[in-house]
């Protein structure tokens, strides 16, 4: 089984909402990644996870706050978003974190709008 | 630092036919995985092809094939016989210690 899942698929929040996007993958992979994609643009990575634990923040503001609870599990908790937070969110796995042999597995994103 | 260049933003084929999209890279790491991606406008990146820095042949996955030549640091991807559903934006990677540098993309349009 080689596949992430992400959940909503579509997300529509006000400015002063607080909602949480989840990510999940059963593929036993130890690292878990963020990435935020506009449109047209290539993915830029947010936030990896390392054996649990957060280990690059790419200087992503504090309205986005990731979360592990476990190995399979990866949250993005939103609150206070801006319209232009607005893009296609991927959550995405990989087998060993540090080797650069191992692909990484994408879901299929969550197309937020911020209203 | 590493840098991945797509130079084609766009490029068309027609159906059956092979068609290639360029890719550069720039790294001073000694390892490292270079790979390619393919998203459909539903959004999801799907995995294509790798290729290891230190792998002497190309690699082939089907109707994919990646055309590594290390000195010229290029990894162009091939699709063979282009078929409709090809048509998407196709990205190449690169994977160093622990992060994956993408390049800028080529939107690829399979015509009748």
């Known amino acids: 089984d080689t596949e992430v899942t992400q959940t909503p698929k579509h997300l529509v929040m006000g400015m002063t909402n607080k909602k949480s996007l989840k990510c999940e993958q059963h593929m036993g992979h130890r690292a878990m990644y963020w990435y935020k994609q506009k449109a047209k643009k290539p993915p830029e990575l947010m936030f990896v996870?390392?054996?649990?634990?957060?280990?690059i923040n790419e200087s992503v503001p504090s309205r986005f706050s990731p979360e592990c609870p476990n190995s399979s599990l990866l949250n993005l908790h939103l609150h206070a978003l801006q319209p232009e937070d607005s893009a296609l969110y991927l959550c995405?796995?990989?087998?060993?974190?540090?080797?650069?042999?191992?692909?990484?597995?994408f879901g299929p994103g969550t197309r937020l709008t911020v209203t | 630092a590493q840098k991945i260049t797509q130079t084609q933003p766009g490029m068309f084929v027609q159906e059956k036919e092979a068609v290639t999209l360029d890719c550069t890279y720039d790294?001073?790491?000694?390892?490292?995985?270079l790979f390619w991606y393919k998203q459909p406008s539903s959004g999801e990146m799907i995995f294509l092809i790798y290729?290891?820095?230190?792998?002497?042949q190309n690699a082939t996955e089907g109707r994919y094939s990646l055309n590594f030549q290390k000195a010229r640091k290029s990894a162009n991807l091939v699709i063979s016989a282009s078929q409709l559903g090809d048509s998407a934006m196709y990205f190449c990677a690169m994977r160093g210690y622990s992060t994956l540098t993408f390049g800028k993309g080529t939107m690829l349009l399979v015509s009748p």
């Open positions: 290729q290891g820095s230190y792998d002497e």
């Open positions: 995405a796995s990989s087998q060993d974190p540090t080797d650069s042999d191992y692909e990484q597995y």
């Open positions: 996870y390392s054996y649990e634990k957060l280990s």
């Open positions: 790294t001073s790491d000694q390892s490292y995985g």
